[in-house]
């Protein structure tokens, strides 16, 4: 059982930065397939950013440019740089894991296995 612990969340000014971090349990010595989906209220699940074993990264187009995946230093951990945001990002953010590979797709980031609690973005004008 992966647990994942996503953090760094808050709130923010329009054109404010932000940075989340996801790091998961022990996973042997196998590669998660990774990445961040978010929820805003009333609205349903939206993936945003995954990244592959490789370090490939996708994008949905609503971040493109302005947020950016990377791998952290630990196996099995990211982060997300989020710039320029606006209050259509605000939402939950959640880091999610899946032990299957070639997921690095964002429509298929919500689906993915594992998901960490969540953490709260909120960016106010």
């Known amino acids: 059982q992966v647990q994942l612990a996503d953090s760094g969340g808050g709130s923010v000014q329009v054109g404010g930065s932000l940075r989340l971090s996801c790091a998961a349990s022990?996973?042997?010595?196998?590669?998660?397939?990774m990445g961040w989906f978010r929820q805003a209220p009333g609205k349903g699940r939206e993936g945003i950013a995954c990244?592959?074993?490789?370090?490939?990264?996708n994008y949905a187009e609503s971040v493109k440019g302005r947020f950016t995946i990377s791998q952290g230093d630990a196996k099995n951990s990211l982060t997300l740089e989020m710039s320029s945001l606006n209050p259509e990002d605000t939402a939950m953010y959640y880091c999610a894991a899946d032990g299957r590979r070639d997921l690095c797709h964002v429509e298929s980031i919500p689906l993915y296995y594992w998901w960490g609690q969540g953490t709260q973005v909120t960016v106010s004008s």
């Open positions: 022990e996973y042997g010595d196998r590669s998660l397939s």
């Open positions: 990244i592959d074993i490789d370090g490939r990264a």
